[in-house]
């Protein structure tokens, strides 16, 4: 059964940073796309940088945080993390880890956009920045 929990979150002052954790069990060999995604308040969820296990390694990451936000996987210890810098007010969002076990192939717009194909999520955790 795969499971994503997520932790890390918290309050922080703009200009801060925060690394967000997903730790992730279940997903057994094959390739993947895993990533982050966030949700602002009242708003839609939205892509924020997602890895595709293919080959080696592929990461996806949405305009808005290049330069900010890194996305790394750990696959010895099942850990994804999210590497948050300069945080903006605009950064406030639930941050949820999820995991798309069944696309095989997406394009970058479709990995961070489509977020109906991730098949599991985790719960999320609350980020907030105040100015």
């Known amino acids: 059964q795969v499971q994503l929990l997520e932790s890390g979150g918290g309050s922080v002052q703009a200009g801060g940073s925060l690394r967000l954790s997903c730790k992730v069990t279940?997903?057994?060999?094959?390739?993947?796309?895993i990533g982050w995604f966030r949700q602002p308040p009242g708003k839609e969820r939205e892509g924020v940088a997602v890895?595709?296990?293919?080959?080696?390694?592929?990461?996806y990451s949405a305009d808005s945080v290049k330069g900010r936000f890194t996305i790394s996987q750990d696959t010895n210890k099942n850990m994804l993390y999210l590497q948050i810098n300069s945080l903006k007010p605009q950064d406030t969002a639930i941050y949820y880890c999820?995991?798309?076990?069944?696309?095989?192939?997406?394009?970058?717009?479709?990995?961070?956009?489509?977020?109906?194909?991730?098949?599991?999520w985790g719960q999320g955790t609350q980020v907030t920045v105040s100015s």
């Open positions: 999820a995991a798309d076990t069944l696309t095989p192939m997406m394009t970058a717009q479709q990995a961070l956009g489509s977020t109906q194909l991730y098949n599991y």
């Open positions: 279940g997903i057994t060999g094959g390739s993947y796309y």
């Open positions: 890895i595709w296990t293919a080959g080696g390694t592929t990461t």
